[in-house]
């Protein structure tokens, strides 16, 4: 157990610093409100960088844990702690906020203080979620993190913000309800909210299906896996470019997370029973999809069917049990985080300027935005997989796990690297190089110094990670083997 409260310095000090800049209130304080946002942003990300430092890859339990007397009467604790797999998400999550605030720095003109505090708040949520290790208390912060990134998308989205909104919310509450019903039954069953000691209650395999599918849906919407992925290209068209960024790169990240925590090695029998129907959903995710994706003629809407298409790659690897295949699913997690949020920046600094996210609007920007132009190819590349960016390696590992499980599996999955750089090429070279469209395109103006320091950190990710991916597996390969562990052993 830690000494020092790391973990609750990572949560509450987005959080408090959200107040804060909530505090400023009228439009003619947005310049503090902004500089506020961004201090606030550095500094939770700056106090989860003693995590990574101090962990200790060598040991498979959770770390830098707090426990606090929360609830008694339900026997909830204020329980914190990461292992090297939710360690990781928390350092993405804290990072990514500190580029949205930047990002929002001058596009973001209307309730500038309300925009920044809603992002802060849901930073110290999410790294709550990451980190709770009480049932209770993981189910309070998931639900938290909802608000925000509801008005997030309601009140700076755009003309259907409202339509888009709704169906983010209900969708997301609709699983939720699922995951309180399951956790209330495994209160009942254990006496108490601890998520580690359900990892060992012993259930009966009826049981097990029973969670294993209540955890399933729950989970499955927020990934979001073939057929409850509906709601997101909805979600992504209004959301204004931070929200976007947040969407794709954390928010569908704790769908997955939730598969890790809870479902597999809860419910580890039921989640072999059934991992063939989940399995072939994550295939069609992977290759139905990126089909889907090939007609977008919105640079958004394309985007968001290809986080769809990557993210099943994800849950294919989860439900391969291989180290290799958990391994390879968490590094496309982190990758997608990176290359997501590189791709919807993108897309905003062009909205920013021309106001379009339409394909045909487009052409010719090299002409006139030639660094921005050399980044955008890079994040194109890594989306579609290229070899020495994080896009690859990921994606790599979770086909050679499913050669390894069946040919087939493989060379369905596979066909994502060429269908991602089909549809994403195509975009990139019909808005980068095809003819100029209009005079609008010709007075285009290359990326600003802001917009260049925030597009350069993801580059530096995206390529130190493709180089050099074990910076990234040595810090879950210990509990990725504590998971494999509980999955091998049959609980009933």
Known sequence: MSSYPLLSLAIWVPVVAGFAVLATGAERNAPLARRLALAGAALGFLVTLPLYAGF???????????IHAWIPYFNAQYHLGVDGISLLFVLLNSFITVLVVLAGWQSVQTRTAQYHAAFLIMSGLINGIFSALDGFLFYVFFEASLIPLYLIIGVWGGPRRIYAAIKFFLYTLAGSLLFLVSILYLLVRSGSFAILDWHLLPLALHEQIWLFVAFFIAFAVKVPMFPLHTWLPDAHVEAPTGGSVVLAAIALKLGAYGFVRFSLPIAPDAAHLLAWPVIILSLIAVFYIGLVALAQTDMKKLVAYSSISHMGFVTLGLFLFSALSIEGALVQMISHGFVSAAMFLCIGV??????????????????????????????????????????????????LAAVQFEFWVAFIAASTLILGAAYTLWMYGRVIFKAVANDAVRALTDISRREFLILALLALCVLGMGLYPQAITRVMHVSVNDLLQHLAVKKY
Do not use: C, W
Request: aromatic share 14%; charged share 15%.
């Open 56 to 66: 200790d890859t060598a040991h498979s339990g959770m770390q830098f844990e707090e």
């Open 350 to 399: 062009l909205y920013d300027r021309m106001h379009s996210r339409q394909i045909a609007d487009y052409g010719g920007v090299v002409n006139t935005m030639p660094k921005f132009a050399a980044l955008f190819l890079l994040f194109a590349m890594a989306n579609a997989g290229l070899p020495a960016t994080s896009g690859f390696v990921g994606e790599f590992m979770v086909i």
